[in-house]
Nanobody
Framework: QVQVVESGGGLAQPGGSLRLSCAASGRIFSIDVMGWYRQAPGRERELVARVNSGDMADYADSVKGRFTISRDSAKDTVYLQMNSLKPEDTAVYYC??????????WGQGTQVTVSS
């Protein structure tokens, strides 16, 4: 079994910053993709950013230039640096760990609220 644990959510003011972390542990042989998705109330879960084993990243258009995803493969950890936060970034953020297979594992989610 694989465990995925997120941390770093919370409350930020518009224009502020937060950094999310996600660590995978357990029966991990090789991770293909690590990424972040988010779900706002009444909306479907959407991709925020993801990075593959070759460190190639892609982002949702809504966060390009503001968010940066990074990965520490030695620690099976992925980070999401969120700058210039907007109220519309408010959502529950979920970490995805995709093993080769593929097998997907999700974290429990961490709340990000952007409000003055």
């Amino acid at each position: 079994q694989v465990q995925v644990v997120e941390s770093g959510g919370g409350l930020a003011q518009p224009g502020g910053s937060l950094r999310l972390s996600c660590a995978a542990s357990g029966r991990i042989f090789s991770i293909d993709v690590m990424g972040w998705y988010r779900q706002a109330p009444g909306r479907e879960r959407e991709l925020v950013a993801r990075v593959n084993s070759g460190d190639m990243a892609d982002y949702a258009d809504s966060v390009k230039g503001r968010f940066t995803i990074s990965r520490d493969s030695a620690k099976d950890t992925v980070y999401l640096q969120m700058n210039s936060l907007k109220p519309e970034d408010t959502a529950v953020y979920y970490c995805l760990v995709r093993l080769y297979g593929p097998d997907d594992y999700w974290g429990q989610g961490t709340q990000v609220t952007v409000s003055s």
